[in-house]
């Protein structure tokens, strides 16, 4: 199959003197909103005690644990800012992202603590349910580094319980295991609780010597007998018992390593489980990625900094979608499913790091006479018509005939409307092609790289409408919401203001209205606020993107459970007819 | 030689960002077009200077009319 990927179609040109110089002003744009990014980063890494506090009690901190886990380049982080239910510390108090431990991707995920010993905090259930998530997806072996003092139990009604509560990852972790995806665990500090389950549901529990698992804690064990009340009386009883009870916590090594062997190891510095969890990552299942490569890994022949320039972070301006992915993928190569039909969006592969991988993306800008061809008026990259919504049908399909993994761009105003667009059937075939993702199982990843608006999002491999999205990147041009927010004030206010208009009423207070709903559009959307509400699992540097879809490909490809011969594929031998 | 410079949509001209007798360079905005709620920007096809300037802001354009011509 050498003749189909070893030298595919050029894509793309270099920058032109012209455009590198009128875009200056947008590269320093994208860069602020950058700026501001990295601000929020800072602020969730160093929330609680600094890590010189943590350090002379003898830790390290997950960020230094991390580090030395994972190799260098290869860390790729999801869901640092995720924080959906408000925490003032900024965060849900886990760390996790991809990267490669003993020359092997796998997912790994660390309780911050720095923060309440690690306590479980509001909305960290539902990140772990997005790291056991991807870990399932990609089939990744999941790394934890468990540290976990238990439940911040003034807020213990906004994650104990419910059906995506703190106790769901435990069924996720025995999920996982059945699916034959391995948890490995290094165990520090105190795990009372919640945190003894967290650290008692993995595979294989690598102990520190200082760490301790159990049911309950020290303080539960000493002081559970509710009475109704506290009154002062009660208060120095509590006092005179806490400073009489002299015992180890349950569950320390001597009960876990000694007696009930749940600790496979224990070992006496921090650093040794680290190195201990790199020995057994670098023996898990994965295939040699010559296995599945089609091509040797090449960079992109333009620099991926070229996107500061190619994308603009206005979001009226169109721009050439082929030179965005000429810097992205493999020696700036793709093959084009379809080129010409359904011209508003690009379906093709491509190479990263040498792997075969399906793109789809949205193109931008005026689309040609005559197109939609079901209407009198003209078409624009952006949007989604017919023939668009047919040709992801069939590529979507045709990859998981492949078993290619998708990487779906997302720069997208929405679906054609109008009655025109009714009659071109655009509702049945965008459901269509949810349906189409949902039954094509393979992993998808989705970079909204700049609009993420209407159904479209859903329907072009959003996290919203599909189990095989493993994670959702955006960039310093990502906005996501319903629709633009003037159109959403148009559509609250229009008969208001008629109303008000009939009645001779001013209009000013409605047109106040109007303006305050599109503000608050706009300030919903923004990077920082779409990644902590969880609408995108991390916010990515545009030099930094590349890095994660090669991530990506590598992870999907390490040890998938499904596989199609190179020379069974038919997707290429389509395209080439 | 002079040379057209074409509406390549049409649209309203939202901006134009030179006036007769400027120089401009290859790749240079020069008109902006807004169509379809999105903004289409013209670029000057090689270095030259503007001749004449044939739309105003706020005019509706048709696809191939000439907005400009660029003396090269």
């Given amino acids: ?65 991390i580090e030395y886990l994972v190799e260098p380049g290869t860390w790729c982080p999801l869901h640092t800012l995720y924080n959906p239910l408000d925490n003032p510390e900024d965060t849900t108090n886990v760390i996790d992202g991809i990267g490669k431990i003993g020359g092997k991707w796998a997912v790994v995920i660390g309780f911050d603590n720095k923060v309440f010993a690690g306590a479980w905090m509001p909305g960290q259930p539902d990140n772990i349910l997005r790291v056991t998530h991807v870990s399932r997806r ?11 003092s238990g439940a911040k139990l003034p807020d213990q009604e906004k994650f104990y ?56 804690g020290a303080g539960i064990v000493s002081g559970m007998a509710p009475k109704g009340h506290f009154d002062v009386e ?27 062997g749940f600790f496979r190891y224990v070992f006496d510095e921090e650093t040794e489980v680290l190195d201990a969890l790199k020995e057994y990552m670098s023996e898990m299942p994965a295939y040699h990625p010559r296995f599945f490569r089609v091509a040797e890994p090449k960079p992109p022949r333009y620099p991926v900094d070229d996107l ?97 993994p998708i990487v779906w761009i997302q720069d997208t105003s929405g679906i054609d409307v109008g009655e025109a667009a009714e009659k071109a059937e655009l509702l049945g075939l965008g459901q269509g092609l949810i349906y189409s993702i949902q039954q094509t199982d393979v992993p998808m990843l989705c970079l909204v790289l700049r609009k993420a608006s209407a159904a479209a999002h859903y329907l072009m491999g959003g996290p919203p409408a599909n189990r095989h999205n493993a994670f959702t990147l955006g960039t310093a041009a990502s906005e996501v919401y319903v629709m633009h927010g003037e159109t959403a004030a148009v559509a609250t206010y229009v008969r208001r203001l008629i109303k008000e208009d009939a009645a001779g009423r001013p209009l000013e207070p409605v047109v106040e209205q109007m303006n305050e709903l599109a503000q608050q559009y706009h300030d919903h959307s923004r990077p920082v606020y779409c990644a902590r509400y969880g609408m995108l699992d991390e916010v990515v540097k545009m030099s930094e993107l590349r890095n994660y879809l090669v991530a990506f490909a590598g992870a999907v490809y390490q040890n998938p459970t499904s596989i199609c011969p190179q020379n069974h594929m038919v997707l290429p031998r389509l395209i080439k007819g | 030689m002079d040379q057209d410079m074409l509406a390549p949509l049409a649209g309203h001209v939202l901006s134009i960002k030179c006036a007769v007798g400027d120089t401009v360079e290859e790749d240079a905005e020069v008109v902006v077009i807004e169509a379809l709620k999105m903004e289409t920007p013209v670029f000057a096809p090689c270095d030259g200077t503007v001749k004449e300037i044939r739309v105003k802001e706020g005019d509706h354009v048709e696809e191939d009319d000439v907005l400009l011509v660029l003396g090269t």
Wanted: aromatic share 10%.
């Fill in chain 1, 234 to 260: 009660t208060a120095k009883g509590l006092i005179d018992k806490a400073k009489e009870f002299k015992d180890e916590p349950p569950g320390t090594v001597k009960t876990h390593y000694d007696e009930t």
């Fill in chain 1, 308 to 404: 500061y320039r190619v994308v603009p972070l206005e979001p009226k301006r169109v721009y050439d979608f082929e030179q965005v992915l000429a810097r992205l993928v493999d020696d700036s190569e793709h093959t084009e499913f379809r080129p010409g039909y359904g011209p508003e969006v690009y379906t093709g592969l491509c190479k990263i790091d040498g792997f075969l991988v399906g793109v789809i993306g949205n193109r931008q800008g005026y689309l040609g006479k005559g197109y939609p061809e079901y209407a009198d008026y003209p078409g624009i990259g952006g949007k989604l018509y017919r023939q668009g919504l047919i040709k992801m049908n069939e590529f979507v399909t045709l990859c998981g005939r492949d078993r290619l």
């Fill in chain 1, 138 to 148: 990609l089939n990744l072996p999941l790394v934890w580094l468990v540290n976990c």
């Fill in chain 1, 161 to 216: 319980a419910n059906r995506r509560g703190a106790g769901t990852p435990f069924y996720r972790h025995a999920e996982l295991e059945q699916l034959g995806i391995p948890i490995l665990a290094g165990i520090y500090g105190t795990n009372p609780a919640g945190g003894g389950y967290q650290g008692i549901s993995p595979t294989i529990l690598f102990a520190h010597k200082n760490c301790n698992i159990a049911v309950g």
């Fill in chain 1, 1 to 65: 199959m050498r003749r189909y990927f070893e030298k595919m179609d050029d894509l793309g040109r270099e920058l032109r003197a012209g455009e590198i110089k009128r875009t200056d002003d947008n590269v320093a744009a994208l860069k602020e909103v950058e700026k501001e990014v990295d601000a929020a980063v800072e602020r969730v890494k160093t929330t609680g005690f600094s890590t010189e506090k943590i350090n002379e009690r003898g830790q390290m901190t997950v960020w230094q644990r």
